[in-house]
């Protein structure tokens, strides 16, 4: 079912399907609610409330009106969320973006996070500011010359030639589902110079029950495979998953993360 709710800064709208505990699903920048799951219904099926929303600025949720970005503002929207809902307690699941804001979340309310799968991420405290160069060359493009100007700045030799094909047409597809690109384009700017914690070591805080869903380099340079092993290393007791070698990344694959999901959470006391 469709719903929307009042954010910290605007309507955000999104998806609430399924009984049962609750997994809250948050996609990663530039994409919409569509991405997390990739459109799986499994979980639903294993009897759990699937909630999958849009962050503020995109797919249909409303754009902030101060163009506040940063991973606080996010986190604040997720907690507007909780509220509106009536969630005592949930399961995060971040891809990206996403995993970054679940982190801010669980580390100023531990006691609603029943546990994190972290997919993908990005964010390095080391060396972020090494790639605000390629984030505002994207948000220019879309900016100026909307979906083909950003496939055209796409760096698409980062990605394996055998994947092109593929990144492209989702690329394509999944900025095509936003109301508002010029705010998607905000976003591109703003994200990535955001800090949604200063060190790793901070991670050591977490004590919900983690699982860190990786991705190879061969198929998601974006996403480094040490990088996801850094954070594993930082929250204690964290698992970590990883597509074999030359298969399609579960970060991909709706069915497959799912799974991994549910087995996540169905290790937790209800």
Do not use: C, K
């Amino acid at each position: 079912m469709e719903r929307e709710i009042q954010g910290a800064a605007g309507i955000i709208r999104l998806d609430d399907a399924g009984t049962g505990a609750a997994i809250v699903g948050l996609h990663g920048l530039s994409a919409t609610r569509r991405y997390v799951l990739m459109g799986s219904r499994a979980l639903e099926r294993s009897g759990y409330r699937v909630i999958l929303y849009d962050a503020r600025g995109h797919g249909s949720s409303d754009p902030p009106p101060s163009g506040d970005y940063s991973y606080r503002a996010l986190a604040g929207d997720l907690l507007a969320l909780f509220d509106a809902l009536e969630l005592e307690r949930a399961v995060l699941v971040g891809a990206s973006m996403g995993a970054h804001t679940a982190l801010r979340f669980a580390l100023d309310n531990p006691a609603r996070v029943a546990a994190l799968a972290l997919v993908t991420p990005g964010y390095d405290p080391d060396r972020f500011e090494a790639a605000l160069g390629h984030w505002d060359a994207l948000s220019t493009a879309l900016r100026e010359r909307g979906v083909d100007g950003f496939l055209e700045a796409y760096d698409f030799e980062r990605v394996p030639s055998a994947w092109r094909a593929t990144v492209g047409t989702v690329i394509r597809q999944r900025l095509l589902l936003h109301a508002h690109p010029l705010a998607v384009a905000d976003a591109l700017a703003a994200v990535p110079r955001s800090r949604p914690f200063d060190s790793l070591a901070q991670l050591a805080a977490i004590q919900a029950p983690t699982l860190v869903v990786a991705s190879r380099d061969e198929a998601d340079p974006e996403h480094p495979l040490a990088l996801a092993e850094r954070y594993a290393g930082s929250v204690a007791g964290s698992s970590m998953v990883v597509e074999d070698e030359g298969g399609s990344p579960i970060a991909w694959q709706g069915g497959q993360l799912s799974r991994a999901v549910e087995q996540l959470a169905g290790g937790l006391a209800h």
